[in-house]
């Protein structure tokens, strides 16, 4: 069984779709941790209702950038964490964790990378960008992390159509809906070793 840590900053309704996987036994994984910058996350809540560690580690909390990574990085490893999920983290990776998790740390980003991606391009930002260049078909990526915002060998992507008359939200819920299916059907693949590499 796949032992999975969260970062995330916001709601987590990506999240809820995981754990509601591991709990239906749809996904043969736990999730073991979930860590956020933002005390007030929906993620942490989540995490809570559903009796998985949980922490708040930050800079405020702790100082500064480094010493927050550092101390992400410990709580990762003493949570035995196979992967590191970052389902809508605001933060760009430290050094602490890239050099424990290198090769295991997966973020899901919603667009078809490489395009609209790179810093200052998430959450509802993106289906802005989608819409105001006119594409007919969007999605959503998973990759490995890199060091900069969405860079990293990506590992599976869904393609979402763009429709006409659609509005911002409309394009972010469809994409929503799709990221969390493609992260829990990747996740599976990982788990039964189908997936090339990893």
């Not at 990776?93 to 609209?116: C, K, V, W, Y």
């Not at 809906?177 to 992260?183: S, T």
Request: proline share 2%; glycine share 10%.
């Amino acid at each position: 069984m796949m032992r999975l840590a969260v970062l995330a900053s916001h709601e987590g309704s990506t999240l809820q779709a995981l754990i509601d996987a591991c709990a239906a036994q749809s996904l043969d994984a736990e999730v073991v941790l979930v860590v956020s910058n933002n005390s007030k996350s929906g993620a942490l809540r989540r995490a809570a209702a559903a009796n998985i560690e949980t922490r708040h580690i930050s800079a405020k909390t702790h100082g500064c950038e480094d010493t927050a990574n550092r101390a992400i990085a410990n709580a990762l490893t003493d949570a035995k964490a196979d992967w590191v999920l970052l389902l809508g983290y605001m933060k760009k990776m430290g050094e602490a964790i890239l050099g424990q998790f290198s090769g295991r740390i997966i973020n899901t980003h919603p667009a078809l990378l490489p395009d609209f991606g790179g810093q200052g391009f998430f959450g509802r930002k993106v289906h802005e960008a989608v819409k105001a260049a006119n594409v007919s078909v969007t999605g959503a990526t998973l990759h490995l992390v890199g060091r900069e915002y969405d860079t990293g060998p990506v590992i599976a992507q869904i393609q979402v159509p763009v429709l006409t008359g659609d509005d911002v939200d409309a394009i972010e819920q469809r994409v929503k809906i799709a990221e969390r299916k493609l992260l829990v059907d990747t996740l599976q693949k990982i788990g039964s070793g189908g997936l090339d590499g990893l």
